[in-house]
């Protein structure tokens, strides 16, 4: 099956954690929007009445006839497809939940540079960034990511599921690269606590699909926009 992902054609954003997924699995995909009139092709997709329920926003998936938005949607659908999750119900189940709190976290990082929301420019807010950027490094980076390395630590193999990487693992690789990107200086001091998702990182980003995949144009750079910025005066 050849897959069409949907999302802006310029940043990673929340399309990264499916782009990931796809190169891992070697799956045949088309990054949509990134071609001649495929933004304006998502924008009619999203506005298309005869979709049940049309996607709200976009990173989606177009398989087929079946349209799948939001990413731990889009990741749970690949996943049991391409083995990037546990064949069981309560090993997808298990997948899920790590994935939907990797989802709250993903708005916990936008949110530390836009605290008063998406549609003013940084600029309009940047003293309460700063303020909002403390307070995540403060509690919320320690608490999401002793999270997940409390898990790793317990985990029997090399990846959070054991011996066989998932999406999870993916994702996280794209959380801990995102965030030496967007606050540099903080998350090097911060990363002699979380030594198991470091390595994770490590493991991750030197599987062969993936590693082609960061050397590849198919991977958008780090920039100013997107989830993942880099702020100076935010990166104390």
């Not at 990797?102 to 003293?127: K, N």
């Not at 309460?128 to 999401?144: C, G, H, L, N, T």
């Not at 995102?178 to 490590?202: D, Q």
């Amino acid at each position: 099956m050849k897959y069409e992902l949907f999302y802006w054609p310029t940043i990673q954003g929340r399309g990264e954690y499916v782009r990931l997924a796809l190169e891992e699995a070697g799956a045949e995909y088309v990054d949509a929007a990134r071609r001649k009139g495929g933004e304006k092709r998502m924008m009619a997709m999203m506005n298309n009445r005869r979709l049940d329920p049309p996607p709200f926003a976009p990173p989606f998936l177009k398989a087929n006839k079946q349209v799948i938005a939001q990413v731990a949607n889009i990741l749970l659908y690949l996943g049991t497809r391409h083995g990037l999750a546990p064949k069981s119900e309560a090993g997808q189940l298990r997948l899920h939940q790590l994935q939907l709190t990797i989802t709250d976290f993903v708005v916990e990082i936008h949110d530390a540079h836009h605290p008063l929301g998406p549609t003013l420019y940084y600029e309009d807010q940047r003293p309460q960034a700063v303020k909002r950027s403390d307070e995540f490094w403060k509690s919320r980076v320690p608490k999401f990511l002793g999270y997940f390395e409390d898990i790793a630590a317990r985990g029997g193999g090399p990846y959070l599921d054991g011996r066989r990487v998932t999406y999870v693992d993916l994702s996280l690789f794209q959380i801990v690269e995102g965030l030496r990107y967007a606050f540099p200086k903080r998350m090097k001091r911060f990363e002699r606590n979380i030594p198991c998702l470091v390595a994770l990182h490590e493991r991750v980003g030197a599987r062969p699909n993936i590693a082609a995949y960061l050397r590849s144009e198919r991977r958008i750079p780090f920039n100013t926009d997107g989830i993942f910025r880099h702020y100076p005066a935010l990166d104390r």
